[in-house]
């Protein structure tokens, strides 16, 4: 099968789209016929083996220090089952799946997964385009806010609103837990952003969010980049302030907001569960939760893809199409 691999780390061009050898499923997996999958800024980290700052050697060693260990990026996919083991009791060939590979992997033509890992039908009313450029985003948003522990009514600013993870979290608080949501992103992100319905946008190029007067019962930071200091002000007592992704200067900050004031933060991995992948699926076909897709390459650009997504101007998500719809 066709598989985007690397063997070294480094620029985008060091993926290369080559022929390896099909999966073989186990009697409790099933094999995808994958049609779909996406580039997250976790792939392009992981390929050029960055990391936030602080956190290099970490990464190294559980990346592999010389090479990658894992030499197939690609964190989420969806494709066509086209063979279940013989254990296998909840999914059937031909059913349509989306799922998400927390190793990593789905750069391929061919995957096999676990029946009861992180695969579930796949919402009917998307296409795989579509249904791949869903599980890390929505499952990351919807992890967090629930940490969040998010209730009806309430006041939530997501600051970068505009990506992966932004543009499910300003859909799941605004539209599942009916908030009043404030979304906070750059210049040429607004108009997405607005688009996503929330009440609120801000263009934190012109306007500081911590000075406007509103206080809110959760600030979801998606990208690392809010400042703690300001946005604790802000914050109701008893309000959570979440964050996806951060340095280990900022870590430092988060430690010290913990012990020093009422306001709660979480910050960690995501937690895979098979549920929430279900629950956004059902979501998603009562219209209450799309994709964002900014870009689709084929396969053979994926380079140019991992390009794109490091200049940091993504909005929503980019996808890689391994087999061509009509
Ligand atoms: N904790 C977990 O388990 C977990 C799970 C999934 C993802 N994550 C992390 O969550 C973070 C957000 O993921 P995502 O998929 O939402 O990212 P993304 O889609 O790549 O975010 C893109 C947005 O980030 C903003 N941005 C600003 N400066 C940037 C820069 N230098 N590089 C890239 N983007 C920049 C841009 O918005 P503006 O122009 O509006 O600033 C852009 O629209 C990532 O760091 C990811 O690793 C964590």
């Given at each position: 099968?066709?598989?985007?691999?690397?063997?070294?780390?480094?620029?985008?061009?060091?993926?290369q789209?080559?022929?390896?050898?099909?999966p073989?499923?186990?009697?409790?997996?099933?094999?995808?016929?994958?049609?779909?999958?996406?580039?997250?800024?976790?792939?392009?980290?992981?390929?050029?083996?960055?990391?936030?700052?602080?956190?290099?050697?970490?990464?190294?060693i559980?990346n592999?220090?010389?090479?990658?260990?894992?030499?197939?990026?690609?964190?989420?996919?969806?494709?066509?089952?086209?063979?279940?083991?013989?254990?296998v009791?909840?999914?059937?060939?031909?059913?349509?799946?989306?799922?998400?590979?927390?190793?990593?992997?789905?750069?391929?033509?061919?995957?096999?997964?676990?029946?009861?890992?992180?695969?579930?039908?796949?919402?009917?009313?998307?296409?795989?385009?579509?249904?791949?450029?869903?599980?890390?985003?929505?499952?990351?948003?919807?992890?967090?806010?629930?940490?969040?522990?998010?209730?009806?009514?309430?006041?939530?600013?997501?600051?970068?609103?505009?990506?992966?993870?932004?543009?499910?979290?300003?859909?799941?608080?605004?539209?599942?837990?009916e908030?009043?949501?404030?979304?906070?992103?750059?210049?040429s992100?607004?108009?997405?952003?607005?688009?996503?319905?929330?009440?609120?946008?801000?263009?934190?190029?012109?306007?500081?969010?911590?000075?406007?007067?509103?206080?809110y019962?959760?600030?979801?930071?998606?990208?690392?980049?809010?400042?703690?200091?300001?946005?604790?002000?802000?914050?109701?007592?008893?309000?959570?302030?979440?964050?996806?992704?951060?340095?280990?200067?900022?870590?430092?900050?988060?430690?010290?907001?913990?012990?020093?004031?009422?306001?709660?933060?979480?910050?960690?991995?995501?937690?895979?569960?098979?549920?929430?992948?279900?629950?956004?699926?059902?979501?998603?076909?009562?219209?209450?939760?799309?994709?964002?897709?900014?870009?689709?390459?084929?396969?053979?650009?994926?380079?140019?893809?991992?390009?794109?997504?490091?200049?940091?101007?993504?909005?929503?998500?980019?996808?890689?199409?391994?087999?061509?719809?009509?």
């Open positions: 099968m066709k598989a985007v691999t690397y063997s070294k780390y480094g620029p985008p061009d060091v993926l789209l080559k022929e390896v050898s099909n073989t499923p186990k009697e409790n997996e099933i094999l995808i016929r994958n049609h779909a999958t996406t580039v997250t800024l976790f792939d392009c980290w992981m390929r050029s083996n960055t990391s936030p700052p602080g956190f290099g050697l970490i990464m190294r559980a592999g220090i010389r090479k990658p260990k894992q030499p197939i990026l690609g964190t989420e996919l969806a494709g066509e089952i086209i063979y279940v083991g013989k254990d009791t909840l999914l059937k060939k031909g059913d349509q799946v989306y799922g998400f590979t927390g190793d990593l992997g789905a750069y391929v033509e061919y995957m096999c997964l676990p029946e009861d890992g992180m695969v579930s039908l796949k919402p009917t009313n998307m296409t795989y385009e579509e249904a791949a450029a869903v599980p890390q985003g929505a499952l990351t948003a919807l992890y967090f806010l629930r940490k969040g522990n998010i209730q009806k009514g309430q006041k939530i600013l997501i600051f970068g609103a505009s990506g992966g993870v932004g543009t499910f979290a300003v859909q799941i608080a605004k539209n599942i837990y908030c009043e949501v404030t979304g906070v992103c750059s210049t992100k607004i108009e997405l952003v607005q688009s996503l319905g929330v009440d609120k946008t801000i263009d934190y190029t012109k306007e500081d969010f911590t000075k406007n007067g509103e206080v019962d959760i600030i979801l930071d998606t990208i690392g980049k809010s400042n703690i200091r300001r946005s604790k002000r802000v914050l109701k007592e008893n309000g959570f302030y979440l964050f996806t992704t951060f340095g280990l200067p900022k870590l430092f900050g988060i430690l010290w907001l913990k012990v020093t004031s009422s306001k709660k933060t979480f910050f960690g991995l995501l937690e895979e569960r098979t549920e929430d992948l279900i629950f956004l699926k059902e979501r998603i076909e009562e219209g209450k939760l799309s994709s964002v897709i900014d870009r689709c390459y084929p396969m053979e650009q994926i380079a140019e893809a991992h390009r794109y997504v490091e200049t940091g101007q993504k909005k929503g998500q980019v996808v890689i199409n391994i087999v061509q719809e009509d």
